[in-house]
């Protein structure tokens, strides 16, 4: 069965820090790239950081590059969004998604390239 499953959102004030994870099942987490977008109420999914899993290959966007990291655990099949001086404007529904690699990596950012996505978890960031 296909499931992406992401957990670790909440509310935290701005400045502050939350570690996002996306557990896969195996068939889908190998060699494939994994994608974190988030949506903003009235605002399109924008995509903000991938990886190809077991490579440490990874792309952000402008947006969230030097505050957002990515990384993974195989043994786990997870990857992990660690956000760092959050802001009000990162306040989202966050998702993360599955799909084969296309190149140059930061193609990977266009949702078009995912075939499976998770149900989201909601990250608020107040002022």
């Known amino acids: 069965q296909v499931q992406l499953l992401e957990s670790g959102g909440g509310s935290v004030q701005a400045g502050g820090s939350l570690k996002l994870s996306c557990a896969a099942s195996?068939?889908?987490?190998?060699?494939?790239?994994i994608g974190w977008f988030r949506q903003a109420p009235g605002r399109e999914r924008e995509g903000i950081a991938a990886?190809?899993?077991?490579?440490?290959?990874?792309v952000y966007a402008d947006s969230t590059q030097g505050r957002f990291t990515l990384s993974e655990n195989m043994t786990r099949n997870t990857v992990y969004l660690e956000m760092t001086d959050l802001k009000p404007e990162d306040t989202a529904m966050y998702y993360c998604?599955?799909?084969?690699?296309?190149?140059?990596?930061?193609?990977?950012?266009?949702?078009?390239?995912?075939?499976?996505w998770g149900q989201g978890t909601q990250v608020t960031v107040s002022s």
């Open positions: 998604a599955n799909g084969a690699c296309a190149y140059p990596l930061v193609s990977m950012l266009d949702e078009q390239y995912y075939q499976h």
């Open positions: 195996i068939i889908m987490y190998s060699s494939k790239c």
């Open positions: 990886i190809v899993t077991g490579s440490h290959f990874t």
